[in-house]
Protein backbone atom coordinates (compact mmCIF):
# COMPACT_ATOMS: atom_id res chain seq x y z
CA UNK A 1 0.00 0.00 0.00
CA UNK A 2 2.78 2.35 0.54
CA UNK A 3 3.79 1.71 -2.97
CA UNK A 4 0.56 3.23 -4.06
CA UNK A 5 1.46 6.65 -4.10
CA UNK A 6 5.08 6.49 -5.75
CA UNK A 7 3.32 4.67 -7.98
CA UNK A 8 0.68 7.36 -8.66
CA UNK A 9 3.40 10.06 -8.67
CA UNK A 10 5.47 7.91 -11.47
CA UNK A 11 2.40 8.06 -13.50
CA UNK A 12 1.87 11.18 -13.13
CA UNK A 13 5.06 11.92 -14.32
CA UNK A 14 4.90 9.96 -16.96
CA UNK A 15 1.75 11.40 -18.80
CA UNK A 16 3.14 15.23 -18.38
CA UNK A 17 4.49 15.40 -21.96
CA UNK A 18 1.48 13.63 -23.23
CA UNK A 19 -0.48 16.16 -22.28
CA UNK A 20 1.89 18.59 -23.14
CA UNK A 21 1.79 17.49 -26.39
CA UNK A 22 -1.89 17.50 -26.79
CA UNK A 23 -1.66 21.87 -26.60
CA UNK A 24 -0.52 23.17 -29.69
CA UNK A 25 0.59 27.06 -29.55
CA UNK A 26 -0.50 28.47 -33.11
CA UNK A 27 0.29 32.21 -34.05
CA UNK A 28 -1.62 35.02 -36.50
CA UNK A 29 -2.01 38.17 -36.57
CA UNK A 30 -5.07 38.65 -35.07
CA UNK A 31 -7.88 41.14 -35.47
CA UNK A 32 -10.81 40.20 -37.40
CA UNK A 33 -8.90 37.18 -39.19
CA UNK A 34 -7.22 35.53 -35.23
CA UNK A 35 -11.58 35.98 -34.78
CA UNK A 36 -11.99 34.13 -37.96
CA UNK A 37 -9.85 31.28 -37.10
CA UNK A 38 -10.64 30.67 -33.76
CA UNK A 39 -14.20 30.09 -34.91
CA UNK A 40 -13.50 27.91 -38.13
CA UNK A 41 -10.02 26.46 -37.34
CA UNK A 42 -9.31 26.34 -33.86
CA UNK A 43 -12.88 25.52 -31.72
CA UNK A 44 -13.37 23.04 -34.34
CA UNK A 45 -10.12 20.92 -33.78
CA UNK A 46 -10.67 21.26 -30.12
CA UNK A 47 -13.96 20.06 -30.05
CA UNK A 48 -12.69 16.87 -32.62
CA UNK A 49 -10.24 16.48 -29.65
CA UNK A 50 -7.16 16.93 -31.78
CA UNK A 51 -5.68 18.57 -28.58
CA UNK A 52 -6.00 22.32 -27.19
CA UNK A 53 -5.15 25.43 -29.62
CA UNK A 54 -3.49 28.17 -27.44
CA UNK A 55 -3.70 31.52 -29.94
CA UNK A 56 -0.65 34.06 -30.13
CA UNK A 57 -0.99 37.14 -31.58
CA UNK A 58 2.05 38.75 -33.36
CA UNK A 59 3.11 41.11 -36.01
CA UNK A 60 5.16 39.19 -38.22
CA UNK A 61 8.27 39.33 -36.36
CA UNK A 62 10.31 36.61 -38.63
CA UNK A 63 13.19 37.26 -36.33
CA UNK A 64 11.36 35.82 -32.91
CA UNK A 65 10.96 32.61 -35.02
CA UNK A 66 14.85 32.77 -36.00
CA UNK A 67 16.00 33.59 -32.70
CA UNK A 68 13.51 30.26 -31.79
CA UNK A 69 15.58 27.90 -33.65
CA UNK A 70 18.81 29.29 -33.45
CA UNK A 71 18.67 28.95 -29.93
CA UNK A 72 16.65 25.60 -29.97
CA UNK A 73 14.02 26.50 -27.78
CA UNK A 74 10.94 26.66 -30.02
CA UNK A 75 7.61 27.37 -28.45
CA UNK A 76 5.55 27.78 -31.77
CA UNK A 77 4.37 25.27 -33.23
CA UNK A 78 2.37 26.62 -36.37
CA UNK A 79 3.01 29.82 -37.53
CA UNK A 80 0.92 32.28 -40.19
CA UNK A 81 3.29 34.12 -42.20
CA UNK A 82 3.10 36.30 -45.84
CA UNK A 83 4.11 35.01 -48.89
CA UNK A 84 8.32 36.43 -48.40
CA UNK A 85 8.67 35.26 -45.26
CA UNK A 86 7.64 31.67 -46.07
CA UNK A 87 10.26 31.92 -49.03
CA UNK A 88 13.09 33.56 -47.42
CA UNK A 89 12.48 31.16 -44.17
CA UNK A 90 12.41 28.12 -46.15
CA UNK A 91 15.61 29.19 -47.75
CA UNK A 92 16.96 30.02 -44.29
CA UNK A 93 16.09 26.86 -43.03
CA UNK A 94 13.71 28.18 -40.44
CA UNK A 95 10.99 25.54 -40.93
CA UNK A 96 9.85 22.17 -40.77
CA UNK A 97 9.41 20.47 -44.45
CA UNK A 98 5.64 20.07 -45.16
CA UNK A 99 4.49 16.55 -45.96
CA UNK A 100 1.75 17.39 -48.25
CA UNK A 101 0.95 13.25 -48.32
CA UNK A 102 -0.94 14.30 -44.99
CA UNK A 103 -2.31 17.88 -46.42
CA UNK A 104 -3.97 16.38 -49.01
CA UNK A 105 -4.06 16.59 -53.03
CA UNK A 106 -1.86 19.33 -54.64
CA UNK A 107 -4.39 19.62 -57.39
CA UNK A 108 -7.14 20.68 -54.92
CA UNK A 109 -5.22 23.66 -54.31
CA UNK A 110 -4.70 26.87 -55.54
CA UNK A 111 -0.98 26.56 -57.27
CA UNK A 112 -0.12 29.23 -55.16
CA UNK A 113 -0.67 27.61 -51.85
CA UNK A 114 1.49 24.82 -52.40
CA UNK A 115 5.22 25.38 -50.60
CA UNK A 116 7.77 22.67 -49.42
CA UNK A 117 7.85 24.37 -46.28
CA UNK A 118 4.05 25.73 -46.19
CA UNK A 119 0.15 25.40 -47.20
CA UNK A 120 -1.24 28.30 -48.26
CA UNK A 121 -4.51 29.21 -46.10
CA UNK A 122 -6.01 32.29 -47.35
CA UNK A 123 -6.07 34.59 -50.21
CA UNK A 124 -6.63 38.46 -50.01
CA UNK A 125 -6.24 41.40 -51.96
CA UNK A 126 -5.35 45.20 -52.02
CA UNK A 127 -8.12 46.50 -54.02
CA UNK A 128 -9.66 49.97 -55.35
CA UNK A 129 -12.46 50.87 -52.95
CA UNK A 130 -14.82 53.94 -52.30
CA UNK A 131 -17.93 54.62 -50.23
CA UNK A 132 -21.32 54.11 -51.50
CA UNK A 133 -23.04 56.86 -49.87
CA UNK A 134 -20.53 59.44 -50.96
CA UNK A 135 -19.70 58.38 -54.88
CA UNK A 136 -23.03 57.29 -57.36
CA UNK A 137 -21.08 56.25 -59.81
CA UNK A 138 -19.03 53.46 -59.33
CA UNK A 139 -15.22 53.69 -60.60
CA UNK A 140 -14.22 50.62 -62.58
CA UNK A 141 -10.68 51.34 -63.97
CA UNK A 142 -7.52 52.13 -62.37
CA UNK A 143 -7.46 54.99 -64.68
CA UNK A 144 -10.66 56.00 -63.10
CA UNK A 145 -8.97 55.93 -59.96
CA UNK A 146 -6.58 58.30 -61.72
CA UNK A 147 -9.25 60.32 -63.19
CA UNK A 148 -9.79 63.81 -61.08
CA UNK A 149 -11.68 65.23 -63.29
CA UNK A 150 -14.91 62.72 -63.45
CA UNK A 151 -14.00 61.62 -59.92
CA UNK A 152 -12.84 64.90 -57.78
CA UNK A 153 -10.94 64.34 -54.30
CA UNK A 154 -8.07 62.80 -52.98
CA UNK A 155 -7.01 59.17 -52.92
CA UNK A 156 -5.89 57.08 -50.47
CA UNK A 157 -2.15 54.96 -51.24
CA UNK A 158 -0.39 53.07 -49.53
CA UNK A 159 3.07 54.42 -48.72
CA UNK A 160 5.22 52.53 -50.34
CA UNK A 161 5.92 51.46 -53.93
CA UNK A 162 4.33 48.48 -53.66
CA UNK A 163 1.22 48.18 -55.41
CA UNK A 164 1.49 51.20 -55.87
CA UNK A 165 3.48 50.90 -59.14
CA UNK A 166 1.46 48.43 -60.25
CA UNK A 167 -1.49 50.16 -60.01
CA UNK A 168 -0.20 53.40 -61.91
CA UNK A 169 0.93 51.11 -64.71
CA UNK A 170 -2.84 49.57 -65.06
CA UNK A 171 -3.72 52.61 -65.08
CA UNK A 172 -1.53 53.79 -67.96
CA UNK A 173 -2.89 51.20 -69.90
CA UNK A 174 -0.36 48.01 -69.33
CA UNK A 175 -2.90 44.56 -69.54
CA UNK A 176 -2.15 43.12 -65.42
CA UNK A 177 -0.53 39.90 -66.83
CA UNK A 178 2.53 42.41 -68.39
CA UNK A 179 2.33 44.51 -64.93
CA UNK A 180 5.82 42.91 -63.95
CA UNK A 181 7.24 42.26 -67.16
CA UNK A 182 7.08 46.00 -67.70
CA UNK A 183 8.04 47.16 -64.69
CA UNK A 184 10.97 45.34 -64.75
CA UNK A 185 12.54 47.36 -67.09
CA UNK A 186 14.06 50.69 -66.42
CA UNK A 187 11.61 52.48 -68.83
CA UNK A 188 9.06 50.67 -67.29
CA UNK A 189 9.47 51.91 -63.37
CA UNK A 190 10.05 55.35 -64.91
CA UNK A 191 6.85 55.02 -66.43
CA UNK A 192 5.02 54.00 -63.38
CA UNK A 193 6.69 57.12 -61.63
CA UNK A 194 5.85 59.49 -63.79
CA UNK A 195 2.28 58.32 -63.67
CA UNK A 196 2.73 58.12 -59.92
CA UNK A 197 4.04 62.06 -60.35
CA UNK A 198 0.44 63.07 -62.01
CA UNK A 199 -1.68 62.04 -58.89
CA UNK A 200 0.55 62.81 -56.36
CA UNK A 201 -1.26 66.25 -55.50
CA UNK A 202 -4.43 64.17 -54.50
CA UNK A 203 -2.41 61.65 -52.92
CA UNK A 204 -3.22 60.92 -49.18
CA UNK A 205 -0.83 57.80 -47.87
CA UNK A 206 -1.76 55.53 -45.54
CA UNK A 207 0.17 53.18 -43.43
CA UNK A 208 -2.27 50.81 -41.21
CA UNK A 209 -4.70 48.69 -42.96
CA UNK A 210 -7.37 50.51 -40.77
CA UNK A 211 -7.13 53.84 -42.09
CA UNK A 212 -8.43 53.02 -45.68
CA UNK A 213 -11.31 52.34 -44.88
CA UNK A 214 -11.40 55.09 -41.46
CA UNK A 215 -10.26 58.03 -44.83
CA UNK A 216 -13.73 56.76 -46.44
CA UNK A 217 -16.28 57.28 -43.58
CA UNK A 218 -15.10 60.32 -42.97
CA UNK A 219 -14.58 61.67 -46.11
CA UNK A 220 -11.13 62.49 -46.30
CA UNK A 221 -10.86 60.57 -49.68
CA UNK A 222 -13.08 59.73 -52.68
CA UNK A 223 -11.42 56.18 -53.45
CA UNK A 224 -8.75 54.40 -51.70
CA UNK A 225 -6.25 50.99 -52.15
CA UNK A 226 -6.96 49.14 -49.56
CA UNK A 227 -7.20 45.36 -47.85
CA UNK A 228 -10.22 43.68 -49.25
CA UNK A 229 -10.62 42.05 -45.63
CA UNK A 230 -10.87 45.41 -43.68
CA UNK A 231 -13.43 46.73 -46.06
CA UNK A 232 -15.46 43.42 -45.21
CA UNK A 233 -14.98 44.40 -41.33
CA UNK A 234 -16.66 47.75 -42.10
CA UNK A 235 -19.49 46.16 -44.26
CA UNK A 236 -20.17 43.68 -41.33
CA UNK A 237 -20.44 46.87 -39.21
CA UNK A 238 -23.25 48.64 -41.51
CA UNK A 239 -20.51 50.91 -43.67
CA UNK A 240 -21.73 51.09 -46.86
CA UNK A 241 -18.18 51.03 -48.59
CA UNK A 242 -17.67 49.12 -51.76
CA UNK A 243 -14.96 47.40 -53.80
CA UNK A 244 -13.96 47.75 -57.16
CA UNK A 245 -12.08 43.83 -58.15
CA UNK A 246 -10.78 44.96 -61.68
CA UNK A 247 -7.02 44.80 -61.55
CA UNK A 248 -6.72 43.89 -57.96
CA UNK A 249 -3.27 42.60 -56.15
CA UNK A 250 -3.55 39.64 -54.22
CA UNK A 251 -1.67 37.21 -52.27
CA UNK A 252 -1.44 34.70 -50.12
CA UNK A 253 -0.72 33.91 -46.11
CA UNK A 254 0.97 30.54 -45.61
CA UNK A 255 0.65 28.30 -42.35
CA UNK A 256 4.48 27.38 -41.59
CA UNK A 257 5.81 24.47 -38.29
CA UNK A 258 8.99 26.21 -37.22
CA UNK A 259 12.51 24.17 -37.34
CA UNK A 260 12.39 22.05 -34.15
CA UNK A 261 8.70 22.41 -32.86
CA UNK A 262 8.67 19.72 -30.02
CA UNK A 263 4.80 19.24 -31.53
CA UNK A 264 5.34 18.55 -34.93
CA UNK A 265 2.96 15.86 -35.38
CA UNK A 266 0.35 17.75 -34.02
CA UNK A 267 1.12 21.00 -36.06
CA UNK A 268 0.88 19.16 -39.05
CA UNK A 269 -2.97 17.95 -38.17
CA UNK A 270 -3.90 21.13 -37.04
CA UNK A 271 -2.70 22.58 -40.77
CA UNK A 272 -4.27 19.46 -42.66
CA UNK A 273 -7.58 20.25 -40.53
CA UNK A 274 -7.18 24.15 -41.32
CA UNK A 275 -6.68 22.98 -45.02
CA UNK A 276 -9.85 20.63 -45.13
CA UNK A 277 -12.80 22.00 -47.89
CA UNK A 278 -14.99 22.29 -44.49
CA UNK A 279 -12.98 24.43 -42.63
CA UNK A 280 -11.64 27.10 -45.26
CA UNK A 281 -15.51 27.54 -46.10
CA UNK A 282 -16.24 28.32 -42.52
CA UNK A 283 -13.46 30.63 -42.11
CA UNK A 284 -14.42 32.70 -45.66
CA UNK A 285 -17.81 33.34 -44.00
CA UNK A 286 -16.68 34.99 -41.20
CA UNK A 287 -14.04 36.82 -42.73
CA UNK A 288 -14.18 37.22 -46.94
CA UNK A 289 -10.46 35.82 -47.48
CA UNK A 290 -10.46 33.39 -50.16
CA UNK A 291 -10.40 29.85 -49.65
CA UNK A 292 -6.63 27.87 -50.96
CA UNK A 293 -8.30 24.67 -51.12
CA UNK A 294 -10.83 25.13 -54.11
CA UNK A 295 -13.68 22.23 -53.09
CA UNK A 296 -14.39 24.83 -50.46
CA UNK A 297 -15.78 27.20 -52.49
CA UNK A 298 -18.60 24.62 -53.66
CA UNK A 299 -19.75 24.93 -50.01
CA UNK A 300 -20.11 28.89 -50.28
CA UNK A 301 -23.53 30.31 -51.28
CA UNK A 302 -23.39 33.04 -53.97
CA UNK A 303 -23.50 35.87 -51.34
CA UNK A 304 -20.35 35.03 -49.43
CA UNK A 305 -18.96 34.20 -52.81
CA UNK A 306 -19.33 37.70 -54.45
CA UNK A 307 -17.21 39.14 -51.79
CA UNK A 308 -13.95 37.00 -52.05
CA UNK A 309 -10.58 37.88 -53.72
CA UNK A 310 -10.75 34.16 -55.03
CA UNK A 311 -14.57 33.82 -56.97
CA UNK A 312 -14.43 33.66 -60.68
CA UNK A 313 -15.81 37.16 -61.18
CA UNK A 314 -13.71 38.84 -58.88
CA UNK A 315 -10.14 37.41 -59.64
CA UNK A 316 -10.69 37.44 -64.03
CA UNK A 317 -8.85 41.06 -64.27
CA UNK A 318 -6.44 40.15 -60.91
CA UNK A 319 -2.65 40.07 -60.72
CA UNK A 320 -0.28 37.87 -58.17
CA UNK A 321 1.99 39.89 -56.63
CA UNK A 322 5.08 38.75 -57.45
CA UNK A 323 7.55 38.02 -54.41
CA UNK A 324 10.31 37.28 -56.28
CA UNK A 325 10.34 40.77 -58.11
CA UNK A 326 10.09 42.47 -54.98
CA UNK A 327 12.98 40.41 -53.75
CA UNK A 328 14.92 41.15 -56.82
CA UNK A 329 14.17 44.95 -57.30
CA UNK A 330 12.11 46.08 -53.97
CA UNK A 331 15.45 47.65 -52.19
CA UNK A 332 15.96 50.00 -55.03
CA UNK A 333 12.26 50.93 -55.25
CA UNK A 334 11.77 50.97 -51.50
CA UNK A 335 14.54 53.74 -51.70
CA UNK A 336 13.47 55.50 -54.99
CA UNK A 337 10.24 55.41 -53.51
CA UNK A 338 11.15 57.23 -50.35
CA UNK A 339 13.14 59.98 -52.43
CA UNK A 340 9.77 60.60 -55.05
CA UNK A 341 7.67 61.01 -52.01
CA UNK A 342 10.08 63.72 -50.16
CA UNK A 343 10.14 66.08 -53.05
Keep these: ?8 AVAAIVTLPVLAQSQ ?13 QKKAYFESFEKAGAGKVVPVEYNGEQAKIKAMVEAKNV ?30 NKADFQPAAVHECGVGTFVWSTVMAYNGDKLKTAPTTWADFWDTKKFPGKRGMRKGPRYNLEFALMADGVKSADVYKVLATKEGADRAFKKMTELKPN ?7 AQPPQFLVAGDVTMTTAYNGRIDAAQ ?3 KNLKITWTGGIYDLDYWVMPKGTPNKALAQKFIT ?21 NKALAKLDAK ?16 QFNIHFWADQGEALEKRFAAWAAQ
Excluded at 1 to 8: G, R, S, T
Excluded at 273 to 293: L, M, V
Excluded at 304 to 319: H, Q, R, Y
Design 1 to 8: MKLKPLMI
Design 24 to 36: LTVVNFGGANGAA
Design 75 to 104: TWDVVEVESPDVNRGCDEGLFEKMDWSKVG
Design 203 to 209: IQFWEAG
Design 236 to 238: REG
Design 273 to 293: HASSADAQAEYARNISYGPTN
Design 304 to 319: VLSLLPTSPANSKDAL
